[in-house]
Nanobody, 122 residues
Framework: QVQLLESGGGLVQPGGSLRLSCAASGSIFSINAMGWYRQAPGKQRELVAG???????NYADSVRGRFTISRDNAKNTVYLQMNSLKPEDTAVYYC????????????????WGQGTQVTVSS
């Protein structure tokens, strides 16, 4: 009922930049938090960056200073600006959202996007 659509992945050279977008649609009353995770081959999925509705943010140590997460609450969209990309950033990047669906019910639902591939290589 709620869908997360990711875009912006691709192939980029080391030192380059990409901007990922994730738009949520469907039955949504409020999005409490949105974030980005990534998973490289043979590795566990890890948190890259997250943001709350009120603007709190957090970053993995490996990306702090290079990546910036931002949001547009009116569009139910979160972005990840990735600069100074390194080969070790290569992974599938997943959008995650914690969603309140109903005004009458504060229950929080979790949704994941399908993922978008980011490859950093020369």
């Amino acid at each position: 009922q709620v869908q997360l659509l990711e875009s912006g992945g691709g192939l980029v050279q080391p030192g380059g930049s990409l901007r990922l977008s994730c738009a949520a649609s469907g039955s949504i009353f409020s999005i409490n938090a949105m974030g980005w995770y990534r998973q490289a081959p043979g590795k566990q999925r890890e948190l890259v960056a997250g943001t709350t509705k009120v603007g709190n943010t957090n970053y993995a140590d490996s990306v702090r200073g290079r990546f910036t997460i931002s949001r547009d609450n009116a569009k139910n969209t979160v972005y990840l600006q990735m600069n100074s990309l390194k080969p070790e950033d290569t992974a599938v990047y997943y959008c995650r959202a914690r969603v309140r669906k109903y005004e009458r019910d504060s229950y929080e639902y979790e949704y994941w996007g399908q993922g978008t591939q980011v490859t950093v290589s020369s």
